[in-house]
Structures are given as C-alpha cells and as structure tokens.
C-alpha cells in the first residue's frame, strides 16, 4: 500500500532551535513529494513541493530515495512557524487520475 | 473569487438524516478534490473530478456518500441516512490542472452527526 508516515504527533522547540520534520513514503513508483502547512485559523495551504527544490520561509527538504523520506528542514526555528505540517504523497489512480495523500500530521509549536 | 468557498461552514444534523455540503472553486480550475479530515488525522482522499466528470471516486466510503460537478465548476457532496461516524471536516481543494501539483483548500465544512 501507498503510504505517508509521520512518526510525531507533537514536536516542540525553542525559537532559535532548528527544527527537522520527519516524513517517510512508501510508494512503488516515481515519488512526488509535498509539504502542505495549516496555521491556527487558516486553511491548508502548500509549503514548498520537492521537485522545486526551493527553500521557504527558511524551511527546505530533501528526498532521499535510499531512506524513502522526505524530511523537512529549517535551521532556525520562529514562533510564526507554530502549525500543522501535513506530508504528502502524489499518487498516480489511473486514467488520467491523481491525488495526494496525506500523513497525519506533525504539530510543531516552537517555544518562545 | 478569490479563493475557494465552501458552505456550509458547520452542519449539525441528526443520524439519519441528509446532507449536501458545497464546493465553489476558483474561476477557471478544472480539477476539484473532496477530502475528508477526522480528529487527529490527516486529510483523507474522496473523490476526485475533471470538468464535469468524477475521474476517480475510489476514496467515497460507501454508496451514502455522492458528489456531482454538472457546470465543471461548483461542486456538491451529498451523504445519505448520515451516521455519527460521518463527522468530519470535509475539505475541497481545487487545481488550475489536473495532475494534483498545487492544490488550494477550502475552510473545510464542519459535519456534526448527533
């Protein structure tokens, strides 16, 4: 089966700290990745996707194809980045078809 | 408009009872996603359309649950003889392509079954 995993529920840091989301897959295909954040009161919106190799608000991840994860990364961590991080996996379902499917999510709550 | 609009924002209902929560896209996206989030879980897939078509509905639990996209713009998830187990947020998220790159969500409708 194709699956996302997150394997904390809560991780908490101190501002300053640096944080590492952890994310691993299992998918039998070309994997392609995303991290989708929620902020308190706001809708889920996308933070950054692998195959864009781009950096933001100071968060990168890498995939690593050998581990089958696809950590997410900020040297520094802010209160801002207080939230819900949700890993994402696309999946090709046929015909034409995909969609993402989700972890469970991992709350960081950087300590102030 | 400028996002993506779903009503109602919370629905209580009784066990039994039926139900029709409402997706409004943005203008021009053709791809439309229905998630379902459970307390302490992430989003889990529905169904999914392409125009007016649902391309893959693999993720409807079971026969209660239906949506339809007539226009290939505002969507409608209904769900039959509703059970507690049905509560949820009920997320849609639409996609200027199909292909599921960038997805922009809702507010999600709140689904209370009593």
């Known amino acids: 089966a194709q699956r996302v995993t997150q394997p904390e529920k809560l991780l908490s840091v101190f501002k300053g700290a640096p944080v590492e989301l952890k994310c691993n897959y299992s998918y039998s295909g070309s994997p392609e990745l995303f991290w989708y954040v929620q902020y308190s009161r706001q809708r889920l919106q996308l933070l950054l996707r692998h195959i864009s190799r781009e950096s933001i608000k100071g968060f990168t991840a890498d995939l690593n194809k050998g581990e089958t994860s696809f950590h997410l990364k900020k040297p520094f961590a802010q209160e801002e980045d207080s939230a819900m991080y949700y890993c994402?996996?696309?999946?090709?379902?046929?015909?034409?078809?995909?969609?993402?499917?989700f972890g469970k999510g991992t709350k960081l709550s950087v300590i102030p | 408009g400028a996002g993506v609009s779903q009503t109602p924002s919370n629905k209580v209902t009784e066990k039994g009872k039926y139900v029709e929560l409402r997706c409004d896209p943005i203008s021009g996206h053709t791809a439309l996603y229905w998630y379902r989030q459970s307390l302490g879980q992430g989003p889990e897939f529905l169904i999914y359309f392409q125009g007016t078509g649902a391309a893959d509905d693999s993720g409807l639990p079971n026969d209660r649950f239906f949506a339809v996209r007539p226009e290939g713009s505002v969507s409608t998830l209904k769900i039959q003889r509703t059970e507690r187990g049905d509560s949820a947020m009920y997320l849609c998220?639409?996609?200027?392509?199909?292909?599921?790159?960038?997805?922009?969500f809702g507010a999600g409708s709140r689904l209370t079954v009593l």
């Open positions: 998220a639409s996609s200027f392509f199909s292909g599921a790159n960038v997805l922009t």
């Open positions: 994402a996996l696309k999946l090709y379902s046929g015909a034409g078809s995909y969609q993402l499917t």
